[in-house]
C-alpha cells in the first residue's frame, strides 16, 4: 500500500510538470508564427488597462482599508499590536486582490477576444492534425452564453479569494502558504478558461463537462494553471503571454482527449 501510495505521489509530480510543460509548448508554437503573436494582444491590452488603473486605487488605498478593518475588528488604544495586524491585512488584502485580479483579467480577456483566441486555438490543432471527432468552431458560444459561463466561474473562485485572504492573515506563513493555495486553486481554474475553446469544439462545450475532463488529470491540468498563474504575476505578463496560454490551453485539452501533443512539421501561420 505504501508502495502504491508512493508511486501515485511520483506520477502527480510528474503531471504536474508535464501541465506546466505544455504552457511552455504553447509559448513556443505561438513565438514561431508572427500572426498568432500579434493575435490576441489586443484584447489583453484593453483588459490590462481596465484591471491596471483597479490595481493602482487599490494599491493607493491599501493602507486605509486595512485600517478600516482593523478599526471594526478591534479597539486601537487597548491594543498594542494594531499595527502590526495592519500590516498582515495589508498583505492578505494585497494578495487577494492580486489572486482575483488574475482570474478575472484572464475570464475578461478571453471574453472579449473570443473570435482571435478561437482562431489561435484552431490554428494549434490543424498544425497539430484535427481529430476525427472533431466538431469545429460554432458550438453555441455567444456572448450571451460565454457571459454566463464567465460569472458562474466566478462565483467559484470567489470563496477561494476569500480563503486565500484569511490564510494570508496568519503571522510568518501566511503569505507561503496563501501564495501556494492562489498557485494551486488559481491554476485549476485557468486551466478551465483557457480550455473552453479547443474542449468546445470537441462536443464538451459546458463547465461541468470541462470540470468532468480535467478533474481525471487534474495534477496535469493544476500544473498547467499554475505555470500560467506565475506568468502572470510577472508585470505585464498576462498581457504578453495570453495567446500563447491560450495555445498551451489547446495542447492541454487534445491531452486529455487522448490527442498528440507534438508539433508537427508546420508551424500554425
Known amino acids: 500500500m ?4 508512493r508511486m501515485r505521489r511520483a506520477g502527480g509530480i510528474r503531471d504536474f510538470f508535464a501541465g506546466a510543460g505544455l504552457f511552455w509548448r504553447g509559448v513556443r508554437l505561438w513565438s514561431k508564427s508572427p500572426q498568432l503573436m500579434l493575435m490576441g494582444l489586443v484584447p489583453g491590452l484593453v483588459a490590462a488597462l ?28 487597548t491594543n498594542p499590536m494594531v499595527e502590526l495586524a495592519e500590516v498582515f491585512v495589508a498583505f492578505a488584502l494585497f494578495f487577494g486582490t492580486i489572486l482575483a485580479v488574475i482570474y478575472t483579467f484572464a475570464t475578461v480577456t478571453l471574453l472579449i477576444g473570443t473570435p482571435f483566441f478561437e482562431r489561435i ?7 497539430l492534425g484535427v481529430p476525427a471527432s472533431f466538431a469545429g468552431a460554432g458550438q453555441g458560444n455567444s456572448i450571451w452564453k460565454g457571459v454566463k459561463e464567465s460569472l458562474r466561474r466566478l462565483l467559484l473562485v470567489a470563496p477561494v479569494g476569500l480563503l486565500v485572504f484569511v490564510v494570508g492573515l496568519l503571522p510568518l506563513v501566511g503569505t507561503v502558504i496563501a501564495f501556494t493555495l492562489g498557485a494551486m486553486f488559481g491554476g485549476w481554474f485557468l486551466a478551465l478558461e483557457l480550455t473552453e475553446y479547443p ?8 463547465l461541468a463537462q470541462r470540470r468532468a475532463i480535467l478533474g481525471h ?7 498547467f494553471g499554475a505555470m500560467v498563474f506565475v506568468v502572470f504575476l510577472i508585470p505585464g505578463g498576462a498581457v504578453l503571454v495570453m495567446p500563447a496560454a491560450v495555445a498551451g490551453g489547446t495542447l492541454l485539452a487534445r491531452r486529455v482527449s487522448g490527442e498528440p501533443v507534438t508539433t508537427a ?3 500554425p501561420r
Request: without cysteine.
Open 2 to 5: 505504501r508502495h502504491t501510495g
Open 50 to 77: 481596465v484591471f491596471g488603473a483597479v490595481l493602482v486605487v487599490m494599491i493607493i488605498n491599501l493602507r486605509g482599508i486595512a485600517g478600516w478593518i482593523i478599526d471594526v475588528a478591534v479597539t486601537r488604544d
Open 121 to 127: 486555438s484552431q490554428r494549434v490543432d490543424s498544425a
Open 199 to 206: 474542449l468546445a469544439r470537441r462536443g464538451l462545450p459546458s
Open 217 to 223: 488529470s487534474r495534477a496535469l491540468s493544476v500544473g
Open 265 to 267: 512539421a508546420r508551424t
